[in-house]
C-alpha cells in the first residue's frame, strides 16, 4: 500500500532563507511524486512532479526536489525564501495500480520578514 | 489555458435544500475529480470520472451525487446534507486517470451547511 509522511506540520523561516519541507513515502511500485502548493482559501497548484526520469527535479519559483530511492524521500528544498512562499505544501504519491492520489498531511510553511 | 473553473466560490444550504457544484475544464482533459477539504486537512477524494464515466467512488454517502455531462464538465448535486459536509469542494482534472498525470485544481466551493 501506498503512503506518505511529511515530517513536519510546521516549517518557519526567514525570507532570504532556505527552505526544506520534507516527505518519505512508501510505494510497492515505481511511484510517481509530486508537491503541491495551496495558499489560504485557495485550490492547490502544482510546484513539481517526479516520473521516473531525472532525480533531481525542478519546478515553478524556484523550488526543487530530489527523489532518492534508497531514502525513499522527496523532500523539497529552495534556495532563498519569499514572502509569497508562505502557504501550505502538500506531498502526494500516487498508486499506478489503483489510479489513486495519496496525499501527505501537508507542511505549512512560514515566512517571517 | 489550464484553468478548472469552479462555481459558485461560497454556498450556504440548509439540510433540506437541493444545490449543485459546478466545474468546468477547456484542457481536452479526459479525467475529472472531486475532492472534499476540512480545515488544516489535505483534500480526500470521493469520485473520479474517466472519458465520462464514473470510474471510482470513494464510498461516497448517496447525498453526494456526481454527473458528468460531457468532457469538459463535472457537476456535484447536493441533497439533504449535513453540518459535517461543511468543507472545501475541489475540482481537478488530468490528461487521462495515468497517474503519472498530475492534476489540476480548481479554486474550489467553500461550502456551508447550515
Known sequence: ?113 | DTEVTQTPKHLVMGMTNKKSLKCEQHMGHRAMYWYKQKAKKPPELMFVYSYEKLSINESVPSRFSPECPNSSLLNLHLHALQPEDSALYLCASSQGVLTSYEQYFGPGTRLTVT
Open chain 1, 1 to 113: 500500500a501506498q503512503s506518505v509522511t511529511q515530517l513536519d506540520s510546521h516549517v518557519s523561516v526567514s525570507e532570504g532563507t532556505p527552505v526544506l519541507l520534507r516527505c518519505n513515502y512508501s510505494s510497492s511500485y515505481s511511484p510517481s511524486l509530486f508537491w503541491y502548493v495551496q495558499h489560504p482559501n485557495k485550490g492547490l497548484q502544482l510546484l513539481l512532479k517526479y516520473t521516473s526520469a531525472a532525480t533531481l527535479v525542478k519546478g515553478i519559483n524556484g523550488f526543487e526536489a530530489e527523489f532518492k530511492k534508497s531514502e525513499t524521500s522527496f523532500h523539497l528544498t529552495k534556495p532563498s525564501a519569499h514572502m509569497s512562499d508562505a502557504a501550505e505544501y502538500f506531498c502526494v504519491v500516487s498508486d499506478s495500480n489503483f489510479n489513486k492520489f495519496y496525499f501527505g498531511s501537508g507542511t505549512k510553511l512560514n515566512v517571517k520578514p
